[in-house]
């Protein structure tokens, strides 16, 4: 589907052929699990045959849905809230880790997907925009309603932990020095049952 | 354009980008091209960028979401596009008859704001309301808004509460009525929403002195908004949120 002009109609069905992949990737990288990334894509089109008609300039739609899951992400995120800071990181000190693509080619898909969405939310959100989708800073700062600065420097913190993250596993494969989201979920559950 | 500003942009160049009409992108490729330590450096960079980008997007959606998304939006009732506008105009007309009302009671000899606006102020505010998209600035961080504001000559906004920094959207806005400037800030965190107008009345001495007189923000409810106003160093503010004169309370007590 090509972008619309400004006060083209579109169909609906065309609109969901066009986007449900990509958001659902966009979904699964912040949200981490598939069932979580099912329910935002699926929210995000709700959104769309609920409000979508208001919106004017048509040309805009793909930034339109990639915000309203954004925004939902945030609303989703606040009810089960996982805050990762630098020091939980494994790794250590912040120096640069140098990894290459020949780590990421031999690794699961799913696999890098779940450590994207381990990474620490702030920076998670443009490197997931910068991957999947290519935008450039300044369309990420469209979606996200940043200024584009802040864009540039959330994307090389981000490659940073994301590095970091690449580094520790592959030098320790299967000795993650930290639960990961699922398993530390679990475990909460666990103590909670114990209680 | 230094290395590192280089570096900087060239890193946020995603990898299957054919944006290089960027001009801040096509400058870093000029410095760039002088410079092959950054050369080696970026082919890697582009390289690891370019195979996790590849590994990612062969991720697909799983079978059934989009016929679950058909089916949930088939259900979903879908406004009529004409009632949304309807519902738009009197969301603004409660509005307007709010702010009538808050500015038609304060209009006595001891109120600045009633001395200072005509009844057609409030639907200039209103107007603005509308026009958000059209603000001069997004930002993230009040003292850039606080400076911007400043660097155009709009009204000096040195007395806000600590609170309205905590916020993580800011926009504004400066325009001119008559003798006043005045500047608006639209404040956002999570749901909530806080607008700003800091009105300077210029030539007015008797005024700026009464607007001295009254740094205690009075409360006031007109449903659904919720103002607060108050005056110091000779200009007058007036704080609305959708919500109850609590979150006013609340945001203004840090000052």
Known sequence: ?195 | MNRDKAKAILQCCPPNAGSRSDPELREAFEVMAGDKELAAWFEREQEFDLAFSTRLKSVSAPPGLREDILSAAAATVTPVPWLGVLYAAAAMLVFALGLALFFARHDGSDSMIGAQFSPEFPFELISYFEREAEFDQLSGNLAEVRSNLKAQGGPETEALPASFEDMTRYRCRIYKRETQKVALICMQRDEQRMHLFVIEEKGSPARTARADDRPVPRFTQRDPWAFADWGRSGKTYVLATQGSTDDLRLILSSQ
């Open chain 1, 1 to 195: 589907m090509s972008a619309p002009t400004n006060n083209e109609s579109i169909n609906f069905e065309e609109l969901v052929d066009a986007h449900y992949n990509s958001l659902f990737r966009f979904a699964y990288s912040l949200s981490g699990k598939e069932a979580d990334a099912w329910d935002l894509t699926q929210q995000t089109f709700n959104r769309w045959a609920e409000k979508g008609h208001s919106l004017r300039d048509k040309s805009k739609v793909k930034s339109w849905l990639f915000t309203t899951l954004y925004r939902e992400f945030l609303k989703w995120s606040r009810q089960n809230r996982k805050v990762y800071s630098m020091e939980d990181l494994p790794g250590g000190a912040a120096e640069q880790h140098s990894v290459g693509s020949e780590v990421v080619n031999q690794a699961d898909a799913s696999a890098l997907m779940q450590h994207l969405a381990d990474i620490e939310e702030t920076y998670r959100v443009p490197l997931s925009l910068f991957y999947l989708e290519d935008m450039t800073y300044k369309e990420i700062a469209e979606v996200l309603e940043i200024p584009s600065g802040t864009v540039m420097s959330r994307l090389s913190r981000g490659k940073d932990q994301l590095r970091r993250r690449l580094s520790s596993a592959h030098e320790s494969p299967g000795e993650d020095k930290r639960p990961s989201s699922r398993n530390r979920r679990k475990q909460i559950v666990r103590r909670d049952e114990q209680r």
